[in-house]
Every structure is written in structure tokens, then in C-alpha cells.
């Protein structure tokens, strides 16, 4: 509870500095004025009515080599350029609240889309998207290839077009690593690895690879690939997971890191954001990317404490939900969070309740708890299980008799209905010892897992 | 029951499995896995009641999804899947 009281802190600070540094700005910084106030009437606004800071600060455009690609093509011409979201002369990254996981939408002043990782499995990726008019992507980008940032895209892949894919071409051998090149392979997108040096092209502007170096180590993390994209007098840095090892790596090669906005390196995770590179970045915003009540304690105090010794104003989506960040290209940007501070804490678990998970566009943490079940039941006789979960959580119920598990038709995995409510009925076989049996329940959404157990009596 | 897992990373003192065939993810202490276990490494495991009560290394199914992956990853690399 410490670690979200100081975090929700930060934020309110945060926000309270943005917007008395607004006021200083305002006051202090001369003419020219930048281009952001006049173009924000039509800004488009994801949230329906949000508190947003307009800040101008007055920032040297700086100064990137755009290195040539020798592996990344011109984006596909095919593709009708989408208007839903684009505004003219604006950039806009959308930090996706995914739970434990990561993704970014990028939308270029021309309207080019672009996603960086797209959370676990079930994280919502796809539903944010559409929710935004995306329906189709230029540009798909898997930093590093764990699960909590490959998994959501395999959906992604199969549910929307896409031109071109990105890795870094460093192989893992799960499931989902694998059903997400199959999805690649099965919709035909362009595939394309990247190393330190290469540049992606996206519309007008390219994103130039700050990692992995050309010949990587094991890790998959450290190998994550890092982006920065440069637009006029703005600029953004996406880390993925990449550790202090690859900052080490990254500031040794001496390429251009400075960027306005940060996404925090692996969650918040300790493992990332030195000092010394948070130095040499000197973002004014920084955003992580963590699940609500996650089981690796993201983000880590002493990232949260470096960055706020270094006077950047913190966004998390566990705490602001998704948070968009609109930049035009003379610096001026404006942030939008989908809520002001983490919402009421959860009630007390259970017995048995192993995590707690925000779940994406629910606000709310993951919950379960079983309603009723048949007690007692004759052998022989039906027994019905009901649970309540989140809307579209998939659970599992699993019966231990003396025999072991129950394979009996009914106890098969199931999502929750739109209450939030599951059940099962099965049937308890003649020949059932008697006696109090387990049966164990689990949740899974934004990809945590919940577990509740509950003892029921099979008697003659 | 025991059944298939693979190590999708570590999280500092946790392992990150993905369970099944369906990968349903479940978090467990690094030092209730084999001490040579890796990222990526497949593995022999049995819950009860939520709780890792065995887990083995699957060096042999560990090996046939590397080989198996490494050829899809290959044919990618090659541009086979690309419709002409």
C-alpha cells in the first residue's frame, strides 16, 4: 500500500508542478508562441471529458542522424491513409493502459499508425484501438518477445491489416511467440528485424533504433528494441524492457537519447532508468506502463524516487489509466490521462486469492468469489458452481476427489458473462468416494490470475 | 496432473510460466524451479490447489520448440509468407 500511496502522490504533485509550470512558462518564456494553442480547438481527444495541461516549454531542437536503413522499406502504398484519429500537424502517442503489459499507439501528423507491443493475450489491445477508429496499422513493432508484449498482438495481427511487422529478431520458444509468427506468416505482412543504426521509416518522420546492438547478448529484456522518434522540436523515447545494461550500451555508442517524453524502461522495474541515462535523456514526462497491484511490485520506489529527483512529471496507467500525449513540432505537447488518480483500493482478498490485477477498461481490479455450490450432493447426483468475476475474465474450475482431478463434462474452461458471473454444472459420478472434496476456481484478465478454493461434501 | 510449461522471463525473484496449451500464466518463486532453469526452457510441471508442487526440465521439448520455431522464423526471414 506504501508503494501506491507514494505513487498516487507523485502523480497529484506531478500534475499540481505541470500546471503551476504552465503558469511560470506562460509568464516567462518570450514569444515566439508555439503552434500548440492555436491548433487545439481540434485536438482530438480520446477521453470524453479529462483534465489536460498544456505545456510549452521553450526546448533546443536537437540535434539526430538519421542513419540510413538498409533493412527497412518505404511504408506500403496500399494502404488507404486512416483520418479517424490524425490531426494535422500533430503527434500523437496514446500509452495504452493494458494492465501488466506494454503498448503504444503512435499516430504521425499524416495519419500513419503505428503500435509498439500490444500487451498479454487478452489485454485489450484491439478493443482500445478500434475504440480510436484504428482499422488498420502501417507500422507493428514487437520490442523484445515476452508475452506481455507479444501476446496482444496476435490478435491484433488477425483482426486488423498490417503492413509491416519489426523485431529484433531474437527467437523465444513459447506458444505465443510462436502463434504470433504464425500470425505474421498467415495475414502475409511484411517482416523486418532491426539492430542499433537502422531507421523505420513512418510517414514523414522515422524512428531511429537506439538498440539492440548488432551483435546481442542472451537477455531479452537488455535486447529490447529502443525507438526514438524525433518531430521538430519534440521528441519521444520508448524504451520496451531494456535494462540498465542496454542504457549503458546505448550512452557508450554516444547516439542521440535526449527526449521530451520517457516510457519508462520494463514497468518501472529497478532493473531499468540509471541515473546517469535518466541524465542524459532529461525527459519533462515520463510514463510506465504497469498492471494495478502486479505481482513484481512495478513500479519499483527507487525508479519512481530517480526520476522525481530528476523533476520529471510521472504518468503510470495502473494509476492514470491510458495517457495520451499530443506534441506538435515546435515542442509544445499536452497530456491526457483517462483518470486523475488510482481508483478506490480493492476490497480485502479472500483465502486463496493470490493476486489482484487491474483489468484494462474496467478501472477496476480483478475479483473473484464463489456465490454458491450444490451442498451436500449424493453420488450420482449434479452439482452447479457459481462465481463472480470481471466481465469476459477466463476462469477454470478444477474438482478434486479422492481419485484426483474431475474430468467430467461441464468443468471446461468458460468466460464470464456481461455481469461478470460464470458457473458450471456437472455431474458427480455413482461410484464418488465420500467426503469433502476441493474445487478450486481461477480468473485470468489482463494477465493476472486470481484462484478461490471452497470445500463442498459428497455424502450418501 | 503434470503438464507442459515454458518459461515466458523472470521478474527479479519470480518466474513468469505460461501453462498449457492455452498458456494460461502463472507467477512462481524462481527457487521452485530446477536451479539451471532458463528463459525459455520447457518444463515438466504439477499444481494442486494453485500451488507449483513439481516442475522438471523438458531439455527434450525444449529443443524440439526451438527447432520448430527457428524454422518458421527462417521462412519469415525469407519473405516465403509474402502473397505475390
Known sequence: MRRLKLCRGLVQVALAVGLVGLCALCTRTPPPAPALPQASPTLPSPFPSTASAIVTPSIVAPTSKIIASETAPPPSEALVTSTAVASAGLLQVHFIDVGQGDAELIVSPEGRLALIDGGVADSGVLAYLQSQGVSRLDLVVATHPHADHIGGLIQVLKSLPVAEVVTNGQPTTTLTYEHFLDAIADVGAEYVEVKRGDTIPFGGLAFQVLSPPSTPGDDLNSNAIVLRLVYGASSFLFMGDADQAAEASILLVGLPVQADILKVGHHGSRTASSPAFLGAVEPKIAVYSAGRGNSYGHPHPETLEALASAGVEVYGTEVNGTVVVTADSAGGYKVEVGRQSAPPAPPIPGAGVTSTAAVPGSGGPLSLQIISVTNPVAPGGRATLVAHTMLGANCTIKVYYKSGASKAAGLSPRSADANGDVSWTWNVGRNTTPGNWRIVVTATAGGETMTQEIYFTVAK | ?84
Not at chain 2, 494442486?48 to 523438458?58: E, F, Q, T
Open chain 2, 1 to 84: 496432473m503434470s503438464e507442459s510449461a515454458v518459461i515466458d522471463r523472470f521478474e527479479g525473484d519470480q518466474a513468469v510460466l505460461l501453462v498449457g496449451e492455452s498458456e494460461r500464466q502463472a507467477v512462481v518463486a524462481r527457487s521452485e524451479l530446477p536451479k539451471s532453469s532458463r528463459e525459455g526452457h520447457w518444463l515438466q510441471v504439477e499444481f494442486a490447489g494453485g500451488k507449483l508442487v513439481s516442475a522438471a526440465i523438458d531439455e527434450a521439448g525444449t529443443a524440439r520448440a526451438k527447432e520448430r520455431i527457428a524454422e518458421k522464423l527462417e521462412r519469415l526471414r525469407r519473405g516465403e509468407h509474402r502473397k505475390p
